[in-house]
């Protein structure tokens, strides 16, 4: 197969229509565009979602929705996910070294859910007041 030798597959394009080539053509006089208006004329057309003068759909429909950019870049994690930690201390540093949280995330919570069987000192990470009794009840610490 080569470049100059590839064609398009039959029926996929079609010729063109003649327009404003007489009777005989089926497409002559008004070239198929009906007699007169709007969409007779050359560059005759309103906009798309125009309603004739009608409040268009869109204006009438609510706006609705929201998505909060900081909500992008936060995380919460479960208190038994820090079982899986090698080290005491919990930060964002530690959290991304162990594949916890994502590259990008800024900003982390800890939220009470499970056991936890180790002692961890929680630095720089918010945490829910059920995490911190858990926390505290397995001899941790919450700083910040």
Known sequence: ??????????????PSKRLGRGI???????????????????????????EGGQMPLQR???????????????????V????KMTDNVVNLETLHAIGLIRNDTKFVKLIAFGDLERVVNVRGVS????ARKIIENAGGTVEG
Do not use: D, W
């Not at 197969?1 to 079609?14: E, V």
């Not at 005989?24 to 004329?41: E, I, L």
């Not at 038994?80 to 079982?83: A, K």
């Open 1 to 14: 197969m080569f470049l100059n030798t590839l064609q398009p597959a039959p029926g996929s394009k079609t």
């Open 24 to 50: 005989g053509s089926g497409k002559g006089k008004t070239c198929g565009k009906g007699h007169k208006g709007q969409k007779a004329r050359s560059g005759g057309y309103h906009k798309v979602g125009f």
């Open 60 to 78: 009438r429909m609510p706006k609705s929705g929201f998505r909060s950019r900081k909500a992008l870049v936060t995380e919460e994690i479960r």
């Open 80 to 83: 038994s996910e820090l079982n």
């Open 127 to 130: 945490v829910s007041a059920g």
